[in-house]
């Protein structure tokens, strides 16, 4: 069975600093891997995603995020942090042959002036 | 906006009632997902359908339902209501099959219905 877990459900970071939400997963077979934001009032958008391939993956709004499998995490980053990033990150996972998404708890993203 | 609409945005009712949330996936997209938010939960995978027929069954509850329509719409049925069905509920939708390589898999979101239960 697969699993997600976000380390820090909130987070906090002064504008123009480096934003880091860490995800690790738990999966038995290769994974495919999402970035989710959640602005207030919102549904979900995706940010980026793993695949296949290039394990360093460019998002919208300047995100990346790095596959890491001898560490088996997915870690959020972005160098400078706007205060439009204030939001909510999910990761989540899911794999072939299986037809959901498994969501982490979420991060809270706070971006203090 | 996603393209995938939600109907109502809010739905207040009372504990044993019966409620019907209504989604229109994004045109061309043949699978439909539900999920469920709720602040002591999270993000719960509730059940899936691709064009009309479930395929994935998550947390959902026997007092819940859904269905796909041949138009491709879906509704989420909720019924003996209780207070800890308060929540958000979350439809998204995508091409294919979740999962796969392609960017068909990828599960755009609606706004969500938020749901409370007095």
């Known amino acids: 069975a697969q699993s997600v877990t976000q380390l820090g459900s909130h987070v906090s970071v002064s504008e123009g600093a480096l934003v880091l939400l860490r995800c690790n997963y738990s999966?038995?077979?290769?994974?495919?891997l999402f970035w989710y934001v959640q602005y207030p009032n919102q549904g979900l958008q995706l940010l980026l995603k793993y695949t296949t391939g290039a394990t360093l993956v460019k998002g919208i709004n300047g995100f990346e995020a790095e596959f890491k499998k001898s560490e088996t995490s997915f870690h959020l980053t972005k160098p400078s942090a706007h205060m439009s990033d204030a939001a909510e990150y999910f990761c989540?996972?899911?794999?072939?042959?299986?037809?959901?998404?498994?969501f982490g708890t979420g991060t809270r993203l706070k971006v203090l002036a | 906006d996603s393209g995938v609409t939600q109907t109502p945005k809010h739905l207040i009712t009372a504990t044993g009632q019966r409620v019907t949330l209504r989604c229109s996936p994004r045109s061309g997209d043949l699978s439909v997902y539900w999920y469920q938010q709720s602040l002591d939960q999270g993000l719960q995978f509730l059940i899936q359908?691709?064009?009309?027929?479930?395929?994935a069954k998550g947390n959902i509850l026997e007092r819940f339902s859904a269905q796909q329509f041949p138009d491709l719409h879906s509704e989420l049925n909720l019924s003996s209501l209780e207070l800890g069905d308060s929540a958000l509920y979350f439809c998204?939708?995508?091409?294919?099959?979740?999962?796969?390589?392609?960017?068909?898999?990828?599960?755009?979101f609606g706004p969500g219905t938020r749901l409370t239960v007095l």
């Open positions: 999966s038995s077979v290769p994974p495919y």
């Open positions: 989540a996972v899911g794999t072939s042959g299986t037809y959901k998404y498994i």
């Open positions: 998204a939708s995508s091409k294919g099959l979740a999962g796969g390589l392609s960017s068909y898999n990828e599960q755009f």
């Open positions: 359908y691709y064009n009309g027929e479930e395929r």
